[in-house]
Nanobody, 125 residues
Framework: VQLQASGGGLVQKGDSLKLSCSAS????????VGWFRQAPGKEREFVAA????????IYEDSVKGRFTISRDNTENTVSLQMNSLKPEDTAVYYC???????????????????WGLGTLVTVSS
């Protein structure tokens, strides 16, 4: 699976932004898809994930209620709607795909096999 993220940019505190990730290949629906982020000087951290062919979602605590992940298996895309953005959301955001079917395992970056190039989100105060 090849992934390509887009939609990053510079926004102000409280603004919204939608990230998109397009995937190549017919196997997209067989993978869980998700988003991670990495702020300068920090480790990559889990943001959100949606398993294959289900409506379940999981989120990192700091983004719950503000971010929404969704997928379209007909278009091979996964999106991350980000609302009420905060300066601490500033990071490079990566989309990823995983063959894991265990929801809780998706919080761990090592469970993700495929990564796209990141897109930078900068939230100014």
């Amino acid at each position: 699976v090849q992934l390509q993220a887009s939609g990053g940019g510079l926004v102000q505190k409280g603004d919204s932004l939608k990230l998109s990730c397009s995937a190549s290949g017919d196997a997209f629906r067989r993978y869980a898809v998700g988003w991670f982020r990495q702020a300068p000087g920090k480790e990559r951290e889990f943001v959100a994930a949606i398993p294959r062919n289900t409506h379940s979602t999981i989120y990192e605590d700091s983004v719950k209620g503000r971010f929404t992940i969704s997928r379209d298996n007909t278009e091979n895309t996964v999106s991350l709607q980000m609302n009420s953005l905060k300066p601490e959301d500033t990071a490079v955001y990566y989309c990823a795909a995983s063959s894991s079917i265990i929801l809780s395992s998706l919080r761990t970056w090592s469970m993700w096999s495929y990564w796209g190039l990141g897109t930078l989100v900068t939230v100014s105060s």
